[in-house]
């Protein structure tokens, strides 16, 4: 039943598009591509929720041979684990609420049926990613989501910015795609396939090799492949195509670029988890641990909704790719669920209330109901105001904010949108790590107790350090987070035309939401909880740094110091540690004094961010402005994005640029000078003797043979009287002469 | 009746077949003289069928039955392409239809 | 007794064939060639009696005699005016058509009495069973099958090529 099932589950978004496809290719139009894409996606959802029952402990990868070249056979296949489940379901989950709230938000678009079709194409492509067995199949369904995810981008290509922001993300994530496929490479070479499962797979072979060179080799191959997740999951240093990729759709914002392909970063370093070395391990940690806490400063700044979730997405992404660096793969991917529901809940809201002023902008400006979004954005397009003061002057592209995603310009919305206003503030629990009620907290807690576990396990500086970041992200989301709720729903409106006009959204966003709302509780996370249901695979190449193999003396003291360390005098439930290999533990004791420790830190950072947060900006007993006055230097830096974007600019683009005239140069004198100067021998000089000879030997020759042709065929022609008698008659004194000649008999 | 019988017949209808369509100036007399020549090609088939092999392999038989229904749509088309030979020049005789001439 | 009494009507059978064949190809009126065209074709019907070929003699008479020789009368009546129904033979085209025939059926004969493998073999009287059935089945069931298929789809296909040609052409 897998193979069948799976089969649906991918062919029915590809049908889906293929009907516009080609309906398209008529000139046409299919009258109802939407439900056409929602029905296909709602059938993948219920597929994957059939196909529940079919995970088995150890699954076996479902292939088919696909091409030979040069005695190498390159397989397509399907692997079905339970971490392949739990993505399908969310992934088809999350896309067919997102079909359903596109119907009431792309209403009456121009393009409406194309933005279906697109989501429909997104679907397969990521669904693709999630089943395929082998580093091939995963790669063609990166790309796609890639395109997918450029096409959605600047669906809205008549905007600038949109068009730039979708050539900044499809040319960013290119960068790591390289490093991605060169790791790809690196793997084929000493393994000879790109299959992951089974017999001869890459895992089965690496875990067989275990010697110092193949460490390394394999340390490079996993950080390179890793580099492929940097890009598509907006890691630092790669991370800045993401923010701008707000200038999609919003749907295409919750689906895209917050739930699914984003997580596929993750979601392919899992899948790497059994071939991860010592050091491509830290590499990922570390990566994601910066990128957590500089997402997470650059979000506070922010006034753009949109922005800020944004980065918060690249924040918890960071957070996911900390917890798989730090062996934490359960952890990792759990968070990975929760925040796939949770952020596309609230960047559907963000976009309920985009909506709302939407609406608003279409009845000031003409009386054309919400007629085409691109007039409307083209409105705010006004060209000049690129580098104006209150715009948000440290992007290069799309620089300033639309006034209806503007945060200062909302508030006290939570009257007005009911609906919108409570299932966001659950999503910001959630997110925040409000204890026990709210998934958040159990996925993040459980990032939190993995990385101090290994830390206390190993005894590794790197690890608490690790540990630190975490904790320190932790705390700025909810901060941020709150941030974003108090200016947008509470307080008193700050912009009184907009806040008229507002208005709560249609049933179809709202029912999306509510439903998104409800996956954000844990009740509905429970698979997760069950500790055999996902198990991390083993990594053989993870060696503990050597010291945490000394005597179980050793480890309870390194227990004591983290413990005095974080001041909390809980030296209970040591022996519990006992009897774990050190392997890949991934922080299945929930009993654990790490696990007690992470949670009431996580419960205390949470709970000051929060606190802060509501000080600053619901209370106001702290002002924003004169704390950013005070640590002018910092709020530059944040307010700046840490001049990512400013350093690509002024030195990739202009190095690239100065290279490239120079090479022009080169191209004008000296190539351009070497042909013209072959064009002129060849033309004057050769061309002219050949003219010659053309003209008096070629067509002489011609000639002559015409008129030989001709004479003969003058002559030839009286043979033919066009009486058949005559024909036949010599064909038969033919037969007798040859046969009398030749004595046949 | 040896074999040779048979096929002697069959050889004078041929011979008488070819004559006809050799020296007859009329284009049904042809025809004719071709339905001779397609019969005894299937006498010919009859008779090695009877006396070549053994008695309960009759393909050649069935081969002879293919033979007249070929004729059957020879003859048919031959007819019609006469009728349109004639309504386009007035005339039957294969001397006078040399368009093709040289 | 028998015997020579077959003998007698084969050769009886034969002579009628032949006889009649060279009228076919010397007297001039068409209708009386198209007449002993007819006798003819009863002849080698007769003849492929004697070959224990029952169904090939049935059809011979139904196809050929009813159907292919109507045909051609028809042709003579629709081609032919008064003048028309004597056959124009030449005599130089005769006296070579005549030598190169002459020695096509030399040729012939010296074949047929040269091969060895075709001499004596008699027929010697055996009964067959009839082939009606095993006919049937070897075109209906057996290898025959496409070959029969094609042919009838060739039939059809020189229908309505003769249709097609011998219809008046409608010009506008």
Known sequence: MIVPLISIILLCPLAAFAVFGLFSLANRRFPRQDYLSTVAMLAALVCSFLLLREVVPTPEPHTVNWISLGGVTFSMGFYLDSVTVIMLIVVTLVSSLVHIFSMGYMHGDPRYPRFFAYLSLFSFSMLFLVVSDNLLGIYIGWELVGLCSYLLIGFWFE????????????????????????????????????????????????????????MVWLSIAGVLIFCGAIGKSAQMPLHTWLPDAMEGPTPVSALIHAATMVAAGVYLTARMFPILTETSSLVIAYVGGITAIIAATIAI??????????????????????????????????????????????????????????????????????????????????????????????????????????????????????????????????????????????????????????????????????????????????????????????????????????????????????????????????????????????????????????????????????????????????????????????????????????????????????????LFYHRRTLSAESVATTFRPIYNLFWHKYYFDEFYDGVL?????????????????????????????????????????????????VNRVAQVTWAIGGKVRRI?????????????????????????? | ????????????????????????????????????????????????????????????QIIAIFGIVLAAAEAAVFLAIILAIYREFGSIRPDEVDTLKG | MEFALKNFIFYGFALMTVASALLVVTVRNIVHAAFSLMVTLFGIAGLYVFLQADFLAATQVIVYVGGILVLILFGVMMTSGRLEMRIHIERGQLLLGGVVSLALLTLLLTVIANTPAWKNLTDDGTEFPPTTKRIGELILDGPFLLPFEVVSVLLLVALIGAALISRKEVRE
């Open chain 1, 653 to 701: 683009v202009a190095l690239t640029v100065w290279k490239s005239r120079l090479f022009a140069q080169f191209d004008g004198s000296v190539v351009d000078g070497i042909v013209n100067g072959v064009g002129t021998v060849t033309r004057d000089i050769l061309a002219a003797f050949v003219g010659i000879f053309d003209n008096r030997v070629v067509d002489g020759l």
């Open chain 2, 1 to 60: 009746m040896t074999l040779q019988h048979y096929l002697v017949i069959s050889a004078i209808l041929f011979t008488f077949g070819i004559f006809a369509v050799l020296t007859r100036r009329n284009a049904i007399s042809i025809l004719m003289g071709i339905e001779l020549i397609l019969n005894s090609c299937n006498l010919n088939f009859a008779a090695f069928s009877r006396f070549m092999t053994p008695p309960e392999d009759i393909s050649g």
């Open chain 1, 301 to 614: 700044v922010r006034f753009d909704i949109k922005r800020v979730l944004a980065y918060s997405t690249i924040s918890q992404l960071g957070y996911m790719m900390l917890a798989i660096g730090a062996g934490s793969y359960v952890a990792g991917l759990f968070h990975l669920t929760t925040h796939a529901f949770f952020k596309a809940l609230l960047f559907l809201g963000s976009g309920s209330v985009i909506h709302a002023f939407h609406a608003m902008h279409a009845h000031a400006h003409d009386d054309e109901h919400e007629h085409a979004h691109e007039h409307e954005h083209g409105d705010h397009d006004a060209p000049g105001h690129e580098h104006g003061e209150d715009s948000d002057s440290g992007h290069i592209l799309g620089s300033e904010i639309p006034p209806d995603q503007d945060m200062r310009n909302m508030g006290g919305l939570r009257r007005k949108m009911p609906i919108t206003f409570v299932t966001m503030l659950i999503a910001t629990l959630s997110i925040s790590g409000v204890p026990f009620i709210f998934s958040g907290f159990w996925s993040k807690d459980k990032i939190l107790a993995g990385v101090l576990e290994r830390a206390m396990e190993w005894n590794s500086v790197h690890h608490y350090l690790l540990f630190v970041m975490t904790l320190l992200a932790a705390g700025i989301t909810a901060f941020y987070m709150f941030r974003l709720i108090f200016m947008t729903f509470f307080g008193e409106p700050r912009n009184q035309e907009m806040h008229e006009m507002a208005h709560e959204s249609p049933l179809s966003m709202t029912v999306p939401l509510i439903v998104l709302a409800i996956l954000s509780f844990p009740v509905v996370n429970t698979l997760w909880f069950n500790k055999d249901y996902v198990k991390p695979p083993p990594q053989p190449h993870l060696h503990a740094p050597q010291h945490a193999y000394l005597a179980p003396d050793s480890k309870t003291g390194g227990q004591s110091v983290a413990l005095s360390l974080f001041g909390v005098s809980e030296a209970v439930a040591a022996e519990e540690e006992g009897g774990h290999d050190t392997h890949a533990d991934d922080g299945h004791h929930g009993h654990g004094p790490a696990h007690t420790i992470a949670m009431v830190l996580s419960i205390i950072v949470a709970g000051s961010g929060i606190f802060l947060s509501w």
């Open chain 1, 159 to 214: 905007k600038d910015s949109a068009a730039n922001a979708c050539k900044k993300a499809f040319l960013t994530t290119r960068v790591g795609d390289v490093g991605m496929f060169i790791g790809m490479m690196m793997l084929f070479t000493k393994f000879q396939t790109l299959s992951l499962y089974g017999e001869g797979g890459i895992f089965a072979q690496a875990a067989a090799q275990l010697s110092t060179a193949d």
């Open chain 1, 720 to 745: 033919q009287t066009g009486a058949i008698q005559t024909y036949l008659f010599v064909v038969l004194a033919g037969i007798v002469l040859l046969i009398l000649i030749f004595r046949a008999l």
